[in-house]
C-alpha cells in the first residue's frame, strides 16, 4: 500500500508541475478480423495496437495459426499501402493474394467470410 500511494503522489506531482507525459496510441478492438486489416492499416497506420480477441482465437486451427493469419494479413496490407496502392478499393483482393501463399490466413478468411448483424435491437422506444 505504501508503493502504491508512492506512485500516486510522483503522478499527482508530475501532473502539477507540467511534466511531459508520453503520447498515446490508438486501438482497434472489438469483432476485428483479417477481413477489416486494409481498412485498419489506412485507418490507424504503422503506429496503433490491433487487439484481435476472438479474430486469434477462433480460428479453426487454434491461438497460434490465428496469430499467423493476422500477421500475414497485416504485412500485406502495409506492403501493399507502401507500393501506393488503395486499400480502400483492392483490400479484399489484396487479403485473398496473400491467402494464396497462407494456408492460415486462407482458414481464416473461410471463418470470417459471412460475418453478419442481422438482429433486432434489444433497446427499443417505447411507443
Known amino acids: 500500500m505504501i508503493i502504491l ?3 500516486v503522489v510522483a503522478v499527482s506531482f508530475s501532473l502539477k508541475i507540467g511534466v511531459s507525459m508520453p503520447g498515446v496510441i490508438p ?4 469483432g476485428i478480423h483479417v477481413w477489416h486489416m486494409p481498412a485498419l492499416t489506412e485507418i490507424f497506420g504503422d503506429d496503433s495496437v490491433l487487439q484481435f480477441g476472438g479474430g486469434t482465437l477462433g ?3 487454434g ?4 496469430a499467423v493469419a493476422n500477421r ?4 500485406a496490407c502495409v ?11 483492392e483490400g479484399n483482393e489484396i487479403i485473398r493474394a496473400a491467402a494464396k501463399w497462407s494456408p492460415e490466413l486462407a482458414a481464416a478468411c473461410e471463418v470470417w467470410k459471412a460475418i453478419k ?5 434489444v433497446d427499443k422506444l417505447d411507443k
Open 5 to 7: 500511494k508512492k506512485i
Open 59 to 61: 480460428h479453426p486451427w
Open 72 to 75: 500475414v494479413a497485416l504485412e
Open 27 to 30: 486501438v482497434a478492438s472489438g
Open 117 to 121: 448483424f442481422e438482429f433486432e435491437p
Open 79 to 89: 506492403q501493399a499501402r507502401n507500393e501506393g496502392r488503395d486499400l480502400a478499393r
Open 63 to 66: 491461438n497460434a495459426p490465428g
